[in-house]
């Protein structure tokens, strides 16, 4: 198989994938080892996997997406998800949002897959997925002032304190959103995790293009009910753990 005939297929090429050196000043997470999750599909994924993800999916490359394009449609709003996971919230919302195209961004293959799944067999046409590492997607794959919204859901806490730095949520990466957000555009981020909790507390106004909206936000201009109780946070509910989130506009 050559490729680009795995690259229809959702196949990482082995290595390291593309890390963009940032020279902000600011901080970028770097995955380092966990960049490249592998992971194994049923026989049925698979197949619906090989028939449906050449339309639906792409991997992380120096390509602009025509987003126009992808979704058969012009002057749709667009809202990218980094860290679907499993894509439990991004299937519930999406038939809410119809009007709205949807790209989950996952590093994680049975999770897009069971995505794939959840979209085909629910009949539910706005949703697209990127796999790949969602910094790299987004400072390539996606134009400056092109988005409506970005949402980050529950993202990996990285409990130890020498893991901090792996934490999606700071700097750089915040100032990589608002770069590619619209004015007037939306970041919503969900954790369940007290110690994430506090370290977003301390970011929220670092970032001077993201005016902070806190939680609610009545007049927010997208949908920002998640629908469900996701694996991650019914497990943190278990634990009697909060679930805080938090609404920014792009100015
Ligand atoms: C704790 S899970 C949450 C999944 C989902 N949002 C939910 O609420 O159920 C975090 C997910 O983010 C993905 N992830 C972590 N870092 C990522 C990155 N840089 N780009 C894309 N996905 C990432 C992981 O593979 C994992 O599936």
Redesign the pocket.
Known sequence: MNTSDRSQIGEMPHGRPPQTEFNDGLDY?R?GQVTF?RGTLTENQQALFDEHWPRMGTLLEDRVIDIDEWFGRSGAKTIV??????G??TAAMAPLEADTNIIA????KP?LAKLLGSAVRGGIDNIRMVR????E?LARMFEPESLDGIRV????PWPKARHHKRR?IQSGPLNLFASRLKKGGVLHVATDHAGYTEWINELVNVEPSLEFKGWPWPECPQLTDRQVI????GKGLDKDHVITEYLWEKI
Do not use: A
Not at 81 to 86: K, Q
Not at 105 to 108: P, S
């Open positions: 997470p995955l999750r998800e980094i860290g679907s996971g499993t439990t919230s961004v996952e590093l994680y999770g790949g590492d969602g910094i997607v859901f529950f993202p990996d999606i996701t694996k991650f946070e």
